[in-house]
C-alpha cells in the first residue's frame, strides 16, 4: 500500500506518477486528472497569443505533447478473451433496477448520518 501511495502521490507534480507511466508496457490506462491538471495550468499560464499577436506555438506544442502521451497509451489494444458468463450477466436485463431501488440499497449499504 505504501507503495501505491508514493507512486500515486502528487508531490513533486506526479514525478513518480509519470516515471512510471513512462516505464509501463502497454496497455495501460493512465490517471487523466494529472493530464487535465497540466492541461489546465498550461491553458491558464499561457496566453493564446503572443504580444505580437501571433498564435502561441509554445503553448500549442505543450498542449500536443500532453495529448500525444494520452494517445500513445489508446494505441495498444487490451488482449482479452471473451467470457460468455460475463457478457451474459452484463446483458441480463433482468438485474437493471430502477433509481428508487438503487437508492434505498444505497441507504442500506450507507445510511444517512443524523444532521
Keep these: 500500500m505504501d507503495k501505491l501511495q508514493k507512486t500515486v ?8 506518477l509519470r516515471e512510471t507511466l513512462k516505464n509501463c508496457n502497454p496497455p495501460c490506462v493512465p490517471y487523466l486528472g494529472m493530464y487535465q491538471t497540466d492541461l489546465a495550468f498550461i491553458e491558464e499560464g499561457r496566453p ?7 498564435v502561441n506555438f509554445s503553448k500549442m ?10 494517445r500513445q497509451f489508446q494505441q495498444t489494444p487490451y488482449r482479452i478473451e471473451h467470457q460468455a458468463k460475463v457478457t ?4 441480463d ?7 428508487e431501488t438503487l437508492y434505498d440499497l ?3 449499504i450507507e445510511p444517512r448520518l443524523p444532521a
Excluded: A, V, W
Design 48 to 54: 493564446n497569443f503572443t504580444e505580437e499577436g501571433l
Design 88 to 91: 451474459q450477466y452484463l446483458l
Design 9 to 16: 502521490s502528487t508531490e513533486g507534480r506526479s514525478k513518480n
Design 106 to 108: 444505497s441507504l442500506k
Design 93 to 99: 436485463k433482468t438485474l437493471i433496477m430502477d433509481e
Design 61 to 70: 506544442r505543450m498542449i500536443s505533447h500532453i495529448i500525444r502521451e494520452i
